[in-house]
């Protein structure tokens, strides 16, 4: 009968003779390992760098901890529902109108497919640092121009200049396109809630079609709270709200 340290020893001669006989092959495996071992730690330091940069990002750009979407003229209700929650430690609203995408056009054509809601934001109005593509926080825009955020800039031909249309009620205007927004609520794909950013003057030229102001106004809430945590249990009940999330979601 074969003792449990003499089992572990003729084990251990059997390996080392496989080991030999198999030396390339275990060389290859070795590699294999280390070059995995590389790309995994790589990832890592990746993913954190990824995560730390969005962190500033979000920083620099002013979001809050909450996020809700109404349309179709609720606001005021909002935040009268939001100034009887304890836990709302302040909110900023941030009032725009929305479209869709058979109303944005170049030379009759659509410019943009995007199948959710988009958003016109009055830049006198934002609540948000919205930065162009220089990284600079964008505080004005010229008459007659528009920017795009990231997402509605997915796919579309425009170059900086070029006219396109858009269209809300009876009232369209032709604008100019200005240049990329990045918009750190929603200017991810993922959204796919596009806004456009143009001046007050061109805004008002909207606002003053009375199917407009009655069918197309919107509002996005940014919230903060004392409780981050029981933030998003506090504001479940908000009432016809199209998108009501925490920031983890954003991230």
């Not at 020893?9 to 003779?17: A, C, G, P, Q």
């Not at 919205?130 to 990231?150: M, R, S, W």
């Not at 001046?199 to 199917?211: G, I, M, V, W």
């Amino acid at each position: 009968m074969i003792t449990e340290s003499e089992g572990w020893v003729m084990y251990l001669r059997i390996l080392k003779k496989d080991l030999k006989r198999k030396k390339t092959m275990n060389v290859i495996l070795l590699l294999f390992i280390i070059l995995a071992t590389m790309f995994a730690a790589s990832s890592v330091s990746n993913i954190v760098s990824v995560i730390g940069g969005l962190d500033y990002y979000f920083e620099k750009a002013d979001l809050s901890d909450h996020f809700v979407i109404t349309l179709n003229g609720n606001s005021d209700d909002i935040e009268e529902h939001l100034k009887n929650i304890s836990n709302v430690r302040d909110y900023r609203r941030e009032d725009q109108l929305f479209f869709n995408d058979i109303s944005l056009t170049k030379n009759g054509k659509k410019l943009a497919d995007f199948p959710n809601t988009g958003l016109i934001l009055d830049i006198g109005n934002a609540k948000l640092n919205y930065f162009d593509k220089e990284n600079e926080i964008l505080k004005k825009v010229p008459e007659g121009y528009a920017y795009f955020t990231g997402s509605l800039t997915s796919g579309i031909e425009i170059a900086p200049d070029e006219e396109f249309q858009l269209k809300l009620g009876d009232t369209e205007l032709t604008l100019k396109y200005k240049g990329l927004a990045k918009d750190a609520f929603l200017g991810s794909e993922m959204f796919s809630n596009p806004r456009i950013i143009i001046n007050n003057a061109d805004y008002e030229k909207y606002l003053a079609d009375e199917s407009v102001s009655a069918n197309n106004q919107s509002s996005v809430f940014y919230i903060n709270g004392y409780d981050k945590k029981a933030l998003e249990s506090d504001l479940s009940d908000i009432p016809e709200a199209q998108f009501n999330k925490g920031i983890n979601i954003v991230r």
